[in-house]
């Protein structure tokens, strides 16, 4: 997985539960996410309780507005809460499709994967340029593998590539 922020963990949380093998691919050199990069005087826009992850109550309730600290403490407790395979500082320089496995190429090393999940943000701007111009060779993969796409399998058929790509320029 690419992004070891909010989403990045939540997808690990999961993950964990399945056994399979993984690891998230974090760019930054500490944990915290996007927030770790914004203002000090920031607070969530939403109560505590509504930016909960799975398995773990954000502090606070649901009148209580974190601060960008609090954010950043939740998330670092939260990877360690659930001991999340987070490798530190790899940039992503790119991600191939090589048969039916992704090669993904960081700052530190080389990943394979038969599956590979965008957790990225819209901080990680580098990263998602790099995904987005790889993005035709996974959707095809991901398509396949998916099962917990919200649609049934006739549905599922019937996904168009043009829908696929505009959701993912959305």
């Not at 999961?14 to 399979?20: A, K, M, S, V």
């Not at 990877?79 to 992503?92: A, F, G, H, I, T």
């Not at 996974?138 to 396949?144: A, E, K, L, P």
């Amino acid at each position: 997985m690419i992004g070891g922020g909010q989403s990045g963990l939540a997808v690990g949380y999961y993950l964990r539960r399945t056994g399979l093998s993984y690891v998230i691919l974090d760019n930054n050199q500490e944990g915290g996410g996007a927030w770790i990069h914004t203002w000090k005087s920031l607070r969530l826009f939403s109560p505590a309780q509504s930016s909960s992850l799975p398995g773990m109550i954000m502090p606070g309730g649901s009148d209580y507005y974190p601060t960008r600290d609090e954010a950043i403490d939740y998330l670092r407790s939260y990877e360690r809460k659930y001991n999340l395979p987070v490798k530190r500082s790899e940039q992503v320089i790119s991600v191939r499709k090589d048969g039916d496995e992704f090669q993904v190429e960081t700052s530190k090393n080389t990943y394979k994967s038969k599956v590979l999940v965008s957790a990225t943000g819209t901080f990680g701007s580098h990263t998602y340029r790099i995904l987005k111009a790889s993005i035709a060779l996974m959707v095809s993969r991901f398509i396949q593998v998916n099962t917990t796409l919200p649609i049934n399998s006739k549905e599922r058929e019937s996904v168009s590539w043009e829908k696929v790509t505009r959701e993912l320029r959305y």
